[in-house]
């Protein structure tokens, strides 16, 4: 019987060491099952464009114009990469996904219900994991590489989003102030429970 794909996502503050424990999760999961690592912004044109053109660019264009071109990227990402793996029955971990969307066009004042109505299509994740570091900690990492968005005040309006989505169940709390080692076991228990539970 082919093993059933999942859609793993773990999300966080720049900084916050999701990009890292998300490498480190993929490498543990390929010891038994079939696993991929993926990034949003994609790596395909749209998403090329954001990371040129928006990330890093010193004139950034209306909030709700960012807005569209992620989801506009997620949706391609989806039918690239991340359907195509699920269906070959990879567990695939994503960094970031809708829920970036939401705490960063959000905290920058774009409606929530507005953001996930444009993202309607995309696909929900099996598991998504908030990796929370405060937002000192995480601009006192990044002092050397700032982009754009990474400023206190953002940080901690975008930590608040998430935080909220914690409380609502959508995303699974996992403490980032810990060292890398631990903070890797916590991501890889919520996972295993995950994949546990669903057989």
């Known amino acids: 019987m082919t093993e059933k794909g999942a859609f793993i996502v773990l999300e966080g503050l720049d900084g916050s060491g999701k990009t890292t424990q998300a490498k480190l999760l993929v490498n543990r999961l390929k010891q038994s099952r079939k696993a991929v ?9 749209i998403g090329m464009f954001i990371r040129k053109q928006i990330l890093y660019a010193e ?3 209306p909030v709700c114009v960012e807005g569209l071109l992620f989801a506009a990227d997620r949706i391609d990402h989806m039918q690239r990469e991340v359907q195509p ?16 969307s939401l705490a960063y066009q959000g905290g920058e004042g774009l409606g929530l219900d507005w953001i996930q109505t444009i993202n309607e ?4 994740p099996d598991l998504a994991l908030f990796i929370d570091v405060s937002p000192e900690t995480v601009l006192n990492r990044l002092r050397r ?3 754009l968005m990474e400023n206190l005040d953002t940080q901690r309006k975008v930590r608040e989003v998430y ?6 169940g959508d995303l699974v709390l996992i403490d980032g102030n810990k060292a890398r080692k631990e903070v890797a076991e916590l991501v890889f228990a919520q996972v295993s429970a995950f ?3 669903r057989g």
């Not at 793996?85 to 970036?100: K, P, T």
């Not at 299509?121 to 929900?124: D, F, H, M, Q, S």
């Not at 935080?163 to 609502?168: G, Q």
């Open 37 to 45: 690592y993926t990034a949003e912004p994609s790596r395909g044109k």
């Open 59 to 61: 004139k950034r264009p």
């Open 85 to 100: 793996a699920l269906e070959n029955g990879h567990l695939v971990v994503c960094d970031r996904y809708i829920y970036s």
């Open 121 to 124: 299509y995309a696909l929900k």
């Open 145 to 147: 590489k700032k982009s």
């Open 163 to 168: 935080l909220n989505f914690a409380e609502t």
């Open 195 to 197: 994949l546990n539970e």
